[in-house]
């Protein structure tokens, strides 16, 4: 790490910074480099994930990152922390925002904005309706391989050897997103990866960027809002305001295909993710007892047997009575 700071300029000849791991991810080392200019984060990909089961990942991802980093910012300024340097071995520096807080310890604290919310929707349609039907993002992100071993494998395909009922459903839902190239996707829209920043959200770790199906990027993101409601019931109305807000922008911000043909996509994705994060191969950290993953079970169960069409479908199949 120090040899690539050295070689990009970052860190000076006779330099010998103080580098912090930053906890937290899963796929990849990341540390606080306090340098002399000023501190910076440094990242690389992991070959196996640190995760209970066997998951294991093409370490090429982490170009992608930045790449998508890349061109985030230029179709929203701000969207994504500035590259700094990259390298072919692995390593990627971009500016330190650790002063930002996360959205995910923003919901769990109970500082829920719905207008934040909104605004994650306004920024994400953005980014996809300025890569759609790029040739040259297309090219750039051509990351099927990667896409399956990160997102549809360990999600849909591995929670579907859980639960032969639902198998052929959850197969065709991965069939379906692998198949449909429309935009540029982050992969990983989460609210442990967006930044709440002045101007907007800012979206880290988009290892998984691909050029894909962006009805993943909206289902994937609301699916943590919905769960957001088991861990913290006290906070589920603020939780599924936040749900309909960023519902809302993000199909006003549709143009590459009807809001409703996305917006279908993505109502049918929702239950397979959900059932995906308790028993898939990377269940959320939050829901540790067995009445919530019942409760996620039930509900997913039922959409994946009856699909919706709409995301209001399923939040009114999820909201508690």
């Known amino acids: 790490m120090l040899a690539f700071l050295r070689g990009h300029g970052l860190a000076g000849k006779e330099e010998t910074p103080a580098a912090e791991a930053l906890v937290g991810g899963v796929s990849s080392d990341i540390w606080r480099v306090r340098l002399k200019s000023g501190d910076v984060c440094v990242k690389r990909a ?3 994930l640190r995760v209970a089961q066997v998951w294991e990942a093409p370490v ?3 170009r992608y990152e930045w790449r998508w980093m890349e061109a985030a910012s230029a179709a929203v300024s701000g969207a994504a922390p500035k590259v700094l340097a990259h390298d072919e071995a692995g390593f990627f520096a971009m500016e330190f925002l650790g002063a930002l807080p996360l959205w995910k310890s923003e919901l769990r604290d109970g500082r829920v904005d719905a207008g934040f919310a909104g605004r994650v929707g306004t920024s994400l349609a953005a980014i996809h309706a300025a890569t759609a039907g790029s040739a040259a993002i ?3 992100f051509a990351t099927d391989a990667n896409f399956h071993a990160i997102r549809l494998e360990p999600y849909l395909l591995a929670t579907a050897k859980g639960h032969p009922d639902q198998a052929t459903v959850l197969h065709q839902l ?7 190239r429309l935009a540029l996707v982050h992969g990983d829209v989460s609210p442990k990866n967006i930044l709440v920043g002045c101007d907007g959200p800012v979206f880290l770790d988009a290892e998984c960027a691909w050029y894909g199906d962006p009805a993943f990027d909206l289902a994937f993101c609301l699916n943590h809002l919905l769960l957001k409601c088991l861990w913290r019931p006290q906070h589920a109305e603020a939780y599924l305001a936040c749900f309909d807000a960023l519902r809302a922008a993000y199909l ?3 143009r590459w ?4 043909t996305v917006e279908s996509r993505a109502a049918s994705l929702l239950p397979g993710l959900l059932l995906a994060r308790v028993d ?3 269940p959320v950290e939050y829901l540790d007892r067995e009445e919530q993953k019942a409760r996620v079970r039930e509900v997913a169960g039922a959409l994946l047997r009856n699909p919706p069409s709409t995301l209001l479908q399923v939040r009114q199949a999820w909201q508690p009575s």
């Open 138 to 140: 297309a090219q750039a």
């Open 60 to 62: 090429e991802r982490n």
């Open 174 to 180: 991965a069939q379906r997103t692998a198949t449909t």
């Open 252 to 254: 006003a911000g549709v």
């Open 257 to 260: 295909e009807p809001a409703t």
């Open 46 to 48: 992991l070959a196996r």
């Open 280 to 282: 898939g191969k990377s």
